[in-house]
């Protein structure tokens, strides 16, 4: 979970264009959508370990204060980043590689039970919807 959290942080920071140093990492941690990164990564641990309960709660809890609705097993690779978290939904059925880049308003949905399937180095600006 740690290394997934240290990847992801890393990926905002490029993609903030800031270098890769203990200050950019922390600014990183500290900066919006970071603490529904963190959530997401916690809740996906505690899934995966089957602690469905607590995972349960930190949807929820993700979805109350950063206003970011993320599926339970939402499977997204290392440097996932949300930049500002207020409306982004993803679906608990989306895949998506290395490098996941999204900002606010996007949705990952679902139609006819068929989820996106994202490659590596994936941008989504503000507002896309990906059925």
Known sequence: MFDLL???MRNKAHARGLPDTTGAMVRMFLSDGSLSQIL???M???QRIGLKPLAAILY??????????????ADLGPGFVIMHSS??????????????????GV??????NHSPVLGDDVYIG???KVI
């Not at 929820?60 to 097993?73: D, E, M, P």
């Open 6 to 8: 240290i990847a992801d």
């Open 40 to 42: 997401f990564r916690c």
């Open 44 to 46: 996906s641990f505690c």
């Open 60 to 73: 929820r809890l993700n979805a109350l204060i950063t206003h970011a609705t993320i599926g339970r097993n």
């Open 87 to 104: 409306g982004v939904v993803i679906n608990t059925n989306v895949r998506a590689g290395r490098n996941l880049v999204v900002f606010h």
């Open 107 to 112: 949705t990952l949905g679902e139609e006819h």
């Open 126 to 128: 503000a507002g896309a």
